[in-house]
């Protein structure tokens, strides 16, 4: 991936871990600051914010493999621990970035699982619509020959709506509508005018693309909304006031507006995809010291009770 991305002027950039909670639709992990007490850094649930202040920046093309936690129920193709290939890309449209990462894809099977079979190439592209349809989910898992263990169904998944209504289980959102997959991306440009007037909220569509293989999303990206009045609109949408969105975006907004090109990327599962090509069962099998179903480290015997002293240096009194 390294040598693929170095030959398309790809920079690796690493990303701090201490830092700011991004929404992606998830808990973030939180770390208590000694030297401000009271105030707390989040472990990123993904770089997002960074890799568009690259571009803000004027590097046009960014990757890294890069850790993201999310606190949320570990599954079979989940752990809270994973690490993502990100990367970013200025002055590109949706198919641009789609093409790219469908290349590479293909070049990682080639040499490495030469054994394997990519069932289609172009990978097929269908709407969120079409996808649910016919398949019943967003991830369809398209094989002719489900036996196969050789066979790679890669397919592309577009179109898809930008605002679903806030769950029960949405601990943070107080608005009636939050985003589907990611609050920076782009709408679809015939449906910029609705989220202008607000209008239509539920079938305003994003450029979100994610990438499925047999079932399993590994992959998902969009272009992003660098127009700083349609993305205060999509805080609005969801029901942010003006100082939750200065407090929170403030940074995002004025370097938008500070003539950022315009930019999209993406981000892999990279585990669940080496879970996938390896025909492991499950993505344990593929990281070193995972963690269990309840997210613990079992041989470190993390997470545990920590020392008073720690606790007095922090600020911290626990609740017994
Ligand atoms: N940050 C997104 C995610 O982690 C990926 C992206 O839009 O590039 O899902």
């Known amino acids: 991936i390294r040598d693929e991305l170095d030959t398309n002027n790809f920079l690796e950039i690493e990303t701090p871990l201490l830092t700011n909670p991004t929404p992606e639709g998830s808990r973030s992990y939180l770390v208590p600051s000694r030297t401000s007490q009271g ?26 493999f890069a ?5 949320e129920d570990t599954r079979g193709d989940r752990q809270p621990e994973f690490t993502q290939l990100d990367l970013e890309m200025s002055f590109v449209n949706r198919e641009d970035v789609m093409r790219l990462n469908e290349e590479l894809l293909i070049a990682i099977v080639k040499e490495l699982f030469p054994e394997k079979r990519i069932q289609q190439v172009p990978f097929p592209v269908l709407t969120y619509k079409e996808a649910m ?11 002719e ?3 196969d263990p050789n066979l790679l169904a890669f397919c592309w998944v577009v179109d898809f709506p930008f605002f679903e209504k806030t769950g029960e289980d949405n601990v943070d959102e107080t608005g009636e509508w939050t985003f589907t997959h990611n609050p920076f991306s782009k709408p679809k440009d015939e449906n910029m ?28 990206g969009s272009i992003r909304n660098h127009n700083t009045q349609a993305l205060r609109t999509v805080f609005e949408v969801m029901g942010y006031s003006a100082e939750r969105i200065e407090k929170n975006f403030g940074h995002m907004l004025k370097a938008l507006a500070s003539g950022t090109p315009p930019h999209g990327g ?23 010291f995972p963690k269990t179903g309840e997210g613990k480290d079992l041989l470190m015997q ?18 017994k």
Do not use: H
């Open 39 to 64: 105030s707390f850094y989040a472990l990123p649930q993904s770089p997002q914010q960074y890799k568009q202040l690259l571009m803000a920046g004027g590097f046009e093309r960014y990757f890294q």
């Open 67 to 71: 850790k993201c936690m999310r606190d």
């Open 133 to 143: 349809e016919k398949y019943g989910n967003d991830k369809p898992d398209i094989r």
């Open 145 to 147: 020959d489900k036996n």
């Open 193 to 220: 005018s609705d989220l202008m007037d607000k209008k239509n909220v539920g079938d305003i569509l994003t450029t979100q693309y994610d990438v499925a293989l047999n079932g399993y999303e590994i992959g998902g």
């Open 266 to 288: 993406i981000a892999w599962g990279l585990d669940r995809l080496m879970m996938i090509l390896l025909n492991e069962p499950n993505i344990r099998e593929v990281i070193a």
């Open 302 to 319: 993390a997470p545990a009770p920590t020392s008073d002293k720690n606790l007095r240096e922090l600020g911290i009194e626990i609740k």
